[in-house]
């Protein structure tokens, strides 16, 4: 299976924009690592096992009508694995795979040249699929739903419209905002699937996992205190095992015991319920100056010199699964369970959610 990867978009065009809170080393240098422990195979794959049981049954389905798998949408927080279950899905295919992100596909031909450069039964994988503007969207119907690609030549009166017939592909679009996508592009998906966080059970095998393949030693203790702070993403729990690691070998004997992750993790700032000092300035602020909120996000970007769309995507889904913020019509506001992880005097909570 060769994989074709647009370089200059992919998946950290976000973490390119101001106040980046993925404060680790270079954009490459992640992706080179992330490319390295990215599992192939459905048996390497843990956890999202409804997703999984889901997918080989549609995947055996296709193979056996000798039919192109339908357009399937990912969508749920960053770092679940999304790219990485497109690439799972490719392999046990046997289909080569185009990786681009919709910020990639700004122009008409952007989108027109990925499309006209397919083969029958490739895989196409659009990261970030929410983004897409609508001329690039309205090109997409047709190549999605009849394999077609409707153009245009010539001028005002002379205007030709061509159907020009392309490959039986299939589209795999990953979202983080299944909300954003227009109501036309989300209907002409045949699966349309939620990624879940995973548990801290999980997390640790990809963790031990990790720690094999980069020849890392790990305790069993030592996986599961760094899956506690991982906020339920395997990619945080990728980098983690990597910092460490460097500690392990540094101050301690190499190995990764629980009290090596602990005493890293701490250095790291990194809580024990997985949170940064990004995640705790964004609770502490509305308690502090918002009275627990509610409060607007744009409010809280402001005051955090972070990017709306950072704290949306990045901070708040986990907050919020993990019950230490609230969402309200009228803004963020922190819960109970949010003041007591940051040491604050319950009794000052608002009860009221207006
Ligand atoms: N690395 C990132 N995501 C993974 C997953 N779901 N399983 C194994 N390794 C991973």
Redesign the pocket.
């Given at each position: 299976m060769a994989i074709i990867s647009d370089d200059n978009n992919f998946e950290n065009q976000n973490s390119r924009q101001k106040n980046p809170i993925i404060k680790t080393e270079s954009i490459e240098y992640d992706k080179t690592f992330e490319n390295s422990?990215?599992?192939k195979t459905f048996e390497?794959?843990?956890?999202?096992s409804a997703l999984k049981e889901t997918l080989k049954i549609t995947i055996e389905a296709a193979k056996l009508r000798e039919k192109p798998l339908d357009h399937l949408l990912f969508y749920g927080p960053p770092g679940l694995?999304k790219t990485?279950l497109a690439g799972v899905i490719a392999e046990q295919m046997g289909a080569d795979i185009k990786i681009t992100s919709a910020p990639a596909l700004e122009r008409p031909r952007d989108i027109i040249g990925i499309l006209m450069s397919l083969k029958g039964g490739e895989i196409l994988f659009i990261d970030e699929i929410h983004r897409l503007n609508k001329v690039a969207e309205e090109i997409l119907y047709p190549a999605m739903e009849d394999f077609f690609l409707d153009m245009t030549t010539g001028k005002s009166q002379t205007v030709k419209t061509l159907r020009v017939p392309l490959p039986k592909f299939t589209l795999i679009g990953a979202t983080t905002k299944a909300g954003a996508l227009s109501g036309p592009l989300r209907d002409r998906f045949g699966i349309i699937h939620r990624l879940q966080f995973y548990t801290i059970e999980e997390l640790s095998q990809?963790i031990k996992?990790t720690a094999s393949i980069l020849d890392i030693k790990i305790t069993e203790d030592g996986a599961v205190a760094i899956a506690k702070r991982s906020r339920g993403t395997?990619?945080i729990a990728?980098r983690l095992v990597k910092r460490v690691s460097d500690f392990a070998l540094i101050k301690f004997d190499g190995v990764i015991t629980d009290e090596v992750a602990n005493y890293s993790l701490d250095i790291l700032n990194i809580d024990e319920f997985g949170l940064d000092t990004t995640d705790r300035a964004f609770l502490n602020l509305i308690i502090e100056k918002y009275d627990g909120g509610p409060v607007g996000i744009e409010t809280i970007a402001a005051a955090l010199s972070e990017d709306v769309r950072t704290l949306e995507d990045v901070c708040e889904p986990y907050l919020l699964q993990s019950g230490l913020l609230q969402r309200t019509p009228r803004g963020r506001k922190v819960s109970p369970e949010g003041y007591r992880h940051l040491g604050k005097k319950v009794e000052n909570y608002q009860q009221s959610l207006f």
């Open positions: 422990i990215r599992p390497d794959y843990i956890g999202q694995g990485t990809v996992r395997p990619r990728n």
